[in-house]
């Protein structure tokens, strides 16, 4: 089994404050070895609830500071965070053109998104349009100058992402290895804090615990005790 290798510059897209939790073991592991990391978070998440009395515009704000909490706990500094309304991501020119402008300005050597297929399981649609348009961004649009010749005439000079990393994708290939970073892959998801205020859950299991029990299985199959696992596309540079 593959272990992914370190990059210098990662950048995470993601569709709503919390997905960036399916890589979040691996950011963080980067992180402590010395890789630059950007957070790329498209939507604000303004309807991940089923609280009635909490307004959409209320529950963007809250969502956007636990993001920040978030991504502080992986120790990451550069968050950006594009304000698409949750539900609402549509694979428009404007919406791809944002990404090709992150990758453009921060330069990554590896992007990891949501994998926009999935045929075992459905996935939400945000997390597909996601994956579908960061990959698009990736190649050819940031890559080739005469798209978005705007932002190239701007300065934002194209950009060759090497590889892209999906998660939740039905046929992983590369293993990383999150044995040290399991505890703060957890904390992360802790700081989501209105995402674990749903009535009816089991008090005797911790949200952490299902995630150390999907980690683990990973790691099984790549001889870890934790392990995220990605798909791998890879692009010539
Ligand atoms: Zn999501």
């Known amino acids: 089994m593959e272990i992914i290798e370190r990059p210098q510059r990662a950048m995470v897209v993601f569709a709503h404050p919390d997905d960036e939790i399916g890589c979040a073991g691996t950011i963080a592991a980067w992180v402590k070895q010395g890789t630059e990391v950007c957070l790329v978070l498209c939507t604000n998440g303004n309807k991940g609830t089923e609280d009635l009395d909490m307004p959409p515009d209320q529950l963007a704000q809250v969502r956007a500071r636990e993001q920040q ?4 706990t992986l120790g990451v500094k550069d968050l950006v965070m594009l304000g698409y309304p949750d539900g609402g991501l549509e ?3 404007e919406f791809r053109g944002k990404l090709v402008q992150e990758i453009r300005r921060f330069r990554p050597q590896v992007v990891l998104t949501h994998a926009p297929m999935t045929t075992l399981r459905h996935s939400h649609r945000d997390h597909r ?4 348009v960061a990959l698009d961004a990736v190649f ?3 890559r080739d100058p005469w798209h978005y010749a705007e932002l190239t005439k701007a300065g ?4 060759k ?3 892209v990393l999906l998660w939740g994708s039905d046929n992983p290939d590369v ?10 892959k957890v904390q992360a998801m802790m700081c989501h804090r209105s995402q674990f205020a749903r009535p009816n859950r089991d008090p005797n299991r911790q949200p952490g615990d299902f ?5 683990r299985r990973q790691g099984e199959r790549a001889g870890l005790q934790y392990a995220e696992a990605f798909h791998k596309l890879e692009f010539r540079t």
Do not use: K, N
């Open 211 to 215: 995630m150390r029990e999907g980690a």
């Open 175 to 184: 293993f990383s290895d999150i044995t040290e970073t399991m505890d703060q």
């Open 91 to 93: 694979d428009t020119p």
């Open 129 to 132: 349009t996601t994956g579908a």
């Open 156 to 159: 934002l000079q194209p950009h």
């Open 161 to 163: 992402v090497g590889t």
């Open 140 to 142: 050819p649009y940031a």
């Open 69 to 72: 909490d978030a991504a502080a």
